[in-house]
């Protein structure tokens, strides 16, 4: 959980209110200390700390991450129960260029219990492929003005414009019309739900700004005089607008906000087709760290090391967002990451039939071997890392309906395809939780050019049932690459 990205009511005491939020300063050190950053030389200051106290970590996010990794601990104990004793290289951890997500990966190695002094790295921000809003901004900002120009955007502006005068009636200092950045007023809104916040604020005292002239307004002297009129009516002690309903209206407007763009082919293209294609180099690490291993050795593979590669990137929830239409997941297009989702890829070694205990002999034989397994968190204390549903048919990228994300509806989607029932999916639809390497592969190369394969079978859809993979067994050589 964090501090709001900005003040856009213009609340005298809110800037004081959310530093109350934030963890002492001696806190971070101690983080600092366990878990060091390392930053690329040409970055700039941390983009939040510009921001101060807004967009900041609060004391409740880094006590949620820490939670959050020791559930991921607890849901992967074969994978992560060497992580204290893993050898340098084969824990690896990335981050942004935000205070709040280094931060968070420190208080999330905490809980997970990695080895104090792993290093979390910090790329150069133009080419990290989590900051495409920041390390690409000339495209991003090209990009959106195109879809924020379609009509299913422009329709969300005015589904969301009725909304303006009852804020206005007790915030005459927000801005309005062109400047009105409805994304911040949902995220202001939101940190103050999660953090307990009281969503009256006209009843403290001094919250409010009442000029005594026209302000912002002054060029339409009638709007002024009655949105001054509306704000006197409102005393210290009066309850004034509830805020409360506007939380889901503006909320609903933010997410959908984001949708229109992840839909969008050519925008997706640019903004998860670099990090699915992280997660895929993390997996050819990995294996070609195994394939070294195994042919140093002689064909007993009792002196292999067979510990897990383990990688972690922290980033924002509008990654984890993007990355779930990315894979053609089955969820609701009105949900939204919650603070602290974790998107899990478990990659593990399926031996083929009746060769328990073989070696591959070179990179492809092994890449053929290899299966992810999805998994998703959705950042809420009260539910579970579930197996994560991908449609296989491309062509409900563009679904209109909402899904699923409990494990128990993912679980009896795929008994019913178990047994030739696909009650309520329809032709040529399957739902699946893990894919081959190479259909992995395929997905990526799909996002990245911006386009929808047509074939039938361009995405594998066998189902493999259990954590071993198939009935050949699963090696014990295994890999978790996640997103927080």
Request: glycine share 8%; charged share 20%.
């Amino acid at each position: 959980m964090r501090a709001p990205i900005g003040n856009p009511f213009r609340i005298d005491t809110d800037e004081h209110s959310w530093i109350q939020e934030l963890p002492e300063p001696a806190t971070l050190d101690v983080m600092q200390r366990q878990f060091p950053t390392i930053v690329h030389p040409e970055n700039p200051e941390s983009f939040d700390l510009k921001t101060y106290p807004y967009g900041c970590l609060t004391r409740r996010g880094v006590e949620h991450l820490q939670r959050m990794g020791a559930q991921l601990r607890d849901s992967f104990p074969e994978i992560l129960a060497d992580l204290p004793s893993l050898p340098t290289g084969q824990l690896k951890v990335c981050s942004t260029n935000y205070q709040r997500t280094q931060a968070s990966a420190q208080a999330f190695l905490h809980g997970l219990g990695a080895p104090p002094g792993t290093p979390i790295q910090v790329r150069e921000f133009t080419d990290c492929a989590m900051s495409f809003y920041h390390g690409k901004r000339e495209l991003s900002a090209q990009l959106s003005r195109r879809i924020r120009a379609l009509e299913p955007s422009l329709e969300l502006d005015r589904a969301v414009a009725h909304t303006e005068e009852p804020l206005l009636a007790c915030f005459p200092d927000m801005d309005t019309g062109a400047d009105m950045n409805w994304i911040r007023v949902a995220d202001h809104l939101n940190c103050q739900v999660a953090h307990d916040q009281e969503l009256h604020p006209q009843r403290v005292p001094g919250t409010l700004r009442r000029p005594a002239a026209a302000g912002r307004a002054a060029g339409d002297p009638a709007a002024a005089a009655a949105r001054l009129a509306a704000c006197s009516s409102v005393s210290d002690s009066d309850s004034g607008v509830d805020m409360r309903p506007h939380v889901t209206v503006f909320s609903g407007h933010d997410v959908q906000r984001f949708v229109t763009h992840y839909k969008d082919r050519e925008f997706l293209a640019h903004f998860a087709g670099p990090l699915l294609l992280d997660v895929l180099l993390e997996i050819r690490a990995a294996a070609a760290a195994r394939l070294a291993a195994c042919s140093s050795v002689s064909d007993s593979d009792s002196g292999v090391d067979m510990r897990p590669h383990v990688t972690v990137f922290s980033g924002h929830d509008v990654n984890i967002l993007g990355m779930l239409f990315a894979l053609n997941a089955v969820i609701d297009d009105a949900h939204w990451p919650s603070y602290g989702a974790t998107l899990s890829f478990e990659v593990v070694e399926v031996l083929p039939e009746g060769e328990k205990g073989s070696a591959p002999t070179d990179m492809d034989e092994l890449l053929s071997r290899l299966r992810v397994h999805f998994y998703y968190h959705s950042g809420e204390d009260a539910q579970a890392l579930a197996p994560l549903a991908l449609h296989t048919d491309r062509s409900r990228f563009d679904k209109r309906t909402g899904g699923f994300t409990t494990a128990d509806e993912v679980a009896e989607v795929l008994s019913r395809q178990e047994h030739g029932h696909e009650q309520g999916l329809e032709p040529r639809t399957a739902v699946v939780t893990s894919l081959s390497y190479e259909a992995f592969l395929r997905l990526q190369e799909e996002v990245a050019g911006g386009h929808t394969a047509q074939e039938e079978g361009s995405v594998s859809v066998t189902h493999v049932s259990g954590a071993e993979g198939g009935s050949g067994g699963a090696a014990p050589v295994k890999g978790l690459s996640g997103f927080i």
